[in-house]
């Protein structure tokens, strides 16, 4: 890295200066497979062969981001999580308490990211190891390669590119330093036929238990005998907790709660994550130019470190510092004077950003919210990560559902990847700009290779219906019949498209990362509303054209399949709305 990345460390009177990086080389985590020890992923052979060496974007020529190759062993990857969950569903042993299949996967993913956790603080480095770990980026040694549960939390983790590189630079720099993904290392560990890891040697899975105190092998069961240390928020010393209980308020259950070994204060998870709020703002307040609030120093548009005096200042208008000399105190001190909920902090910093009194009918500025979403569990990560691995299965099970899995089928198969674009992309979105983003795509596909980028049934934009420069007039219309049907279909790209049916799911687009909003407002359901009348006129005016005979030979096979096709970025029916 051309420049010093923050450094946070406990120890506020020694703490380095925060230093931005100059320029743009800084950029956000990726994929990279460059770095990688000799037994790394072999794909199949020749399929990078049919990619262009470069692409043609806003008249200059780039090249390719992600190779076909890279692909292949992405979804070796995603074949190993999907077979490790359905590991976990499918239990057939002994187990004291118990769980549906959906709740034993709920369980495992629980101990996944605190499993996670323990690599990444205690093997990788965490804060406060900046100088031991020193500046320079670094690659994975074989040793230090995670079992698998842990991989997938990991994966999941950078596909949250700004909050994960954030995370990285307030909380865990062994990961900033290692950078990006060790993609082709990790799926060269994984049998590309069974799609099970391959057995780990002795050094990885020593150096594993020995750092992180935990087995190497991923906790297929639990039972309630299984227990972790969790710290009290009132007064810091450590419970033995169990993972799971008969009464469901185990660590890795919903109902979770405890009460306090040695100060008898009850808290549940909330608590916890308030606990990280007050250790944050009691360092901000100690050190502020050092330490600062999370989210408050990867601007959300560019993904790249601001200066910090923004950073200062955001933290210091939430945390009530601008106008006030207010004492250093312990995170403990803080919980006592404010409270143990979200609420009770969300209440204190609206007087930060609001004024000396909490304007009720005034609604929480967003950029607080973004912050304090960062606070809603325990642990040095920004985002609850056991959900964002739920999440991400959605997107696993229609590769799986697609054969995409099965390696098999690119032995000879190397078109499919070749067409396939991973966007870097926040694993959370509303439904509207995924939509629109798709047409887009559809778009600049269409311009780039001269066939449809979707035949599956998903109607691309219709701007204007005959007019030569919409995107839904593939060919010009110009002298067309109604006989095209009975004409072989010419296909400029057939190594990019097949119009035959068992190819058509396979360009259906993914929404794998949109989210359907529980209890959602007026503009989300309208939104809603619009889409799916947008979608009906833009299937009368296909109909139009084919009838009309002005329908080129792609609109008539999309014109084929549009009936009965679910089609993607269109929200569903809602929870609690009719």
């Keep these: 890295m051309a420049a010093v990345p923050p450094s946070y460390t406990p120890n506020t009177s020694q703490a380095p200066a925060y230093t931005a990086p100059s320029g743009g080389s800084d950029a956000l985590p990726g994929y990279d497979g460059s770095d990688a020890p000799p037994s790394t992923f072999v794909p199949s052979q020749g399929i990078d062969e049919k990619l262009p060496n470069h692409f043609k974007v806003n008249n200059q020529y780039v090249k390719a981001h992600v190779m076909p190759s890279e692909l292949q062993a992405h979804l070796v990857l995603l ?7 359905e590991q976990v569903r499918t239990f057939k042993g002994s187990s004291d308490v118990p769980m549906t299949p959906d709740d034993r996967w709920a369980v495992f993913l629980q101990r996944a990211g605190y499993r996670f956790e323990q690599w990444a ?26 079992p698998l549960d842990v991989t997938m939390v990991w994966q999941t983790y950078m596909l949250n590119p700004r909050t994960y590189y954030e995370d990285c630079l307030r909380k865990l720099p062994g990961l900033l330093r290692i950078g990006s993904f060790p993609l082709m290392q990790i799926a060269g560990s994984i049998d590309h036929e069974t799609l099970l890891p391959h057995p780990a040697s002795e050094g990885r899975v020593s150096a594993f238990t020995m750092f992180t105190g935990q087995p190497f092998d991923s906790p297929i069961n639990t039972t309630s005998d299984e227990t972790l240390a969790v710290f009290c928020p009132s ?32 808290f549940r998870r909330e608590a916890l994550g308030v606990r990280k709020f007050y250790e944050d703002m ?77 304007q009720q009918w005034i609604a929480t500025p967003r950029p607080l919210n973004i912050i304090l979403s960062a606070y809603r569990q325990p642990g040095p990560f920004s985002l609850d990560l056991a959900s964002a691995v739920l999440r991400q299965m959605n997107f696993i099970d229609k590769m799986v559902n697609l054969g995409f899995t099965e390696q098999a089928r ?38 780039r290779f001269g066939v449809p980028y979707s035949i599956c049934g ?29 004409k072989p279909l010419e296909n400029a790209r057939p190594d ?4 035959s049916d ?26 809603a509303q619009l889409k799916r009348v947008e979608l009906v006129n833009r299937a009368k005016e296909l109909g139009k054209s084919v009838e009309k005979g002005k329908a080129d030979q792609w609109e008539e096979v999309m014109h084929k399949r549009v009936g009965g096709h679910a089609p993607s970025f269109l929200c569903p029916v809602q929870y609690g709305v009719q």
């Design 79 to 85: 074949g190993a999580f999907h077979r490790l969950r």
């Design 121 to 146: 603080v205690r093997m990788i480095g965490g804060e406060g190891q900046e100088e031991v770990l020193g500046d320079a980026p670094r690659v994975l040694t074989p040793n230090e390669v995670p």
């Design 235 to 266: 007064c810091s010393q450590p419970n033995t907790t169990q993972w799971i209980t008969f009464k469901g308020d185990g660590f890795a259950q919903r109902g979770y709660g405890c009460i306090c070994e040695h100060c008898r204060f009850m």
């Design 282 to 358: 009691a360092k901000c307040i100690v050190n502020p130019d050092r330490f600062f609030l999370a989210n408050t120093i990867v601007d959300y548009h560019s993904g790249t470190p601001t200066e910090p005096k923004w950073s200062q200042t955001l933290t210091y208008i939430v945390l009530g510092l601008r106008n006030a000399a207010i004492r250093p105190a312990p995170a403990e001190a803080w919980g006592q004077q404010i409270g143990w909920t979200m609420k009770a902090v969300e209440d204190y910093c609206r007087i930060g950003l609001l004024g000396k009194k909490n």
């Design 410 to 447: 690119w032995e000879e198969d190397h078109d499919t990847l070749t067409r396939c674009v991973i966007p870097d992309h926040d694993d959370k979105v509303s439904q509207g700009p995924l939509s629109d983003a798709y047409d887009k795509t559809s778009e600049a596909w269409k311009a």
């Design 458 to 486: 998903c109607l691309p934009p219709d701007v204007s219906s005959g007019s030569s420069s919409s995107p839904f007039s593939f060919f010009s219309k110009k002298g067309k019949s109604k006989s095209t049907h009975e």
């Design 496 to 499: 990019l498209l097949s119009p």
């Design 502 to 527: 068992e190819a058509a799911d396979q360009t259906h687009p993914s929404d794998h990362h949109a989210v359907a909003i529980v209890n959602p407002g007026e503009p989300n359901a309208a939104e």
